[in-house]
Nanobody
Framework: QVQLVESGGGLVQAGGSLRLSCAASGRTFTSYSLGWFRQAPGKEREFVAA???????YYADSVKGRFTISRDNSKNTVYLLMNSLKAEDTAVYYCGTAVATAQGMAQYYGMDYWGKGTLVTVSS
């Protein structure tokens, strides 16, 4: 059974930083991309960042230069380091897997599994 478990969310002041983690289990994730998406209250889920098995990363314009995605293939874990957080970054953050490139994940291509999410709240 495939499971994705996010952690690291919480309350932070604007300008602060958080690092999210997502541990994947239940199968080998060779050739899969891992990514982060978020959903703010009253809004649709949106792409944040993704990274391929070979560590090619792709970001949404809204987070480029502030967020960094990385993965540890030996641990089947993907991370999202979020710096210079803004109130508009407040959302539930979900990780997901896809049989696609990192750029393809931005279009939701090949999505197969999702985690349950972790809440990030940025106070202004």
């Amino acid at each position: 059974q495939v499971q994705l478990v996010e952690s690291g969310g919480g309350l932070v002041q604007a300008g602060g930083s958080l690092r999210l983690s997502c541990a994947a289990s239940g199968r080998t994730f060779t050739s899969y991309s891992l990514g982060w998406f978020r959903q703010a209250p009253g809004k649709e889920r949106e792409f944040v960042a993704a990274i391929s098995w070979s560590h090619n990363a792709y970001y949404a314009d809204s987070v480029k230069g502030r967020f960094t995605i990385s993965r540890d293939n030996s641990k089947n874990t993907v991370y999202l380091l979020m710096n210079s957080l803004k109130a508009e970054d407040t959302a539930v953050y979900y990780c997901g897997t896809a049989v696609a490139t990192a750029q393809g994940m931005a279009q939701y291509y090949g999505m197969d599994y999702w985690g349950k999410g972790t809440l990030v709240t940025v106070s202004s």
